[in-house]
């Protein structure tokens, strides 16, 4: 799908790995904030390189100098194309854009649509939010309004390999934005990866999923690393091989029309390793301490 218009400029809101602190002092520094936005940029610079692309321009804006630096560095070569507002207010970046992302903490969405003339400035832009847990409505009420035509609203949650262009990208489903507006996000959003729409009544919980299977894969693959290396694998070649064969039972799932229940089957020979191993972790409830983690991770995110 070809990008409906051949000039686009998209501001992000929150970059580089920024401190809640810089946007509500009460909260304790977190170097991970601003993570996403940042995977986004890096995944739209990889994408547009090529000269059929659409004419993008990019502007960012972080609360501190100490951000921007920090996103000088991750963008490397390719931080020429940006321009970083550092300081100040976002009205600065918002402005020039056709598209804003909100990246910040969710917890300083009153403080930023606080800022004087801002929500004036997203008047008839797409504003695509990647705020976890923040509603259609929550998000109106912050714009001082009750679903004004002239703001047109996305509410989306990319996976962290939209850094590397393999996102799987939830959009929830809305009145709320323009035909044009939907197609341009879509056009956006599959550069990145795979997009799938959903009902916003089921936004947060398959949100949490996707935590869930993150978290999941984080303790995972460490287990295995560092049983591997107990047994005599050196740790790089032992990283290689876990994260390969997810990828590869992954693919399986994705692509080659299997299910879990097949795909163990087939690798489950009579005296065979694989099955021996499912059985040790049966033996240690692995499968019901995965479905209690996912059923949690949902229920803290409806109780966000």
């Avoid at 003339?117 to 409505?137: E, M």
């Amino acid at each position: 799908m070809a990008c409906p218009w051949q000039n686009v400029h998209v501001a992000v809101l929150g970059c580089g790995k920024e401190s809640p602190s810089a946007y509500l002092p009460n909260l304790a520094a977190d170097d991970r904030l601003g993570f996403m936005g940042t995977a986004i940029l890096q995944g739209l610079l990889n994408k547009t390189r090529q000269d059929d692309s659409p004419s993008i321009r990019y502007t960012t804006w972080v609360r501190s100098q100490t951000s921007s630096e920090r996103l000088e560095h991750t963008l490397g070569d390719d931080w020429k194309r940006v321009r970083c507002v550092a300081g100040g207010d976002a009205v600065q970046a918002v402005v020039p854009a056709d598209i804003v992302i909100l990246g910040f903490p969710p917890g300083a969405l009153q403080s930023v649509f606080a800022t004087p003339g801002l929500v004036g400035a997203l008047r008839r832009k797409l504003i695509i939010s990647l705020l976890a847990g923040v509603s259609y409505s929550q998000l109106q009420a912050a714009m001082s309004g009750t679903g004004s035509p002239d703001l047109s609203l996305l509410r989306v949650i990319p996976s962290i390999g939209a850094k590397i262009n393999d996102s799987v990208t939830l959009i929830a489903e809305t009145a709320a934005t323009t035909h044009q507006h939907r197609q341009v996000a879509v056009w956006m959003f599959d550069q990145l990866g795979q997009t799938q729409w959903l009902p916003e009544s089921i936004m947060d919980e398959a949100t949490a999923t996707g935590a869930a299977c993150n978290a999941l894969t984080m303790v995972a693959v460490d287990a295995i690393v560092d049983a591997s290396v107990a047994e005599g694998i050196p740790r790089p070649a032992a990283l290689k091989l876990a994260a390969a064969s997810l990828r590869s039972a992954a693919g399986l799932l994705l692509d080659g029309g299997m299910t879990p229940e097949s795909l163990k089957e087939s690798m489950s020979v009579p005296k065979g390793i694989t099955i021996n191993s499912v059985l040790d972790l049966e033996r240690g409830h692995v499968r019901s301490a995965i479905s209690d983690a996912v059923r949690h991770a949902i229920q803290y995110t409806r109780d966000m």
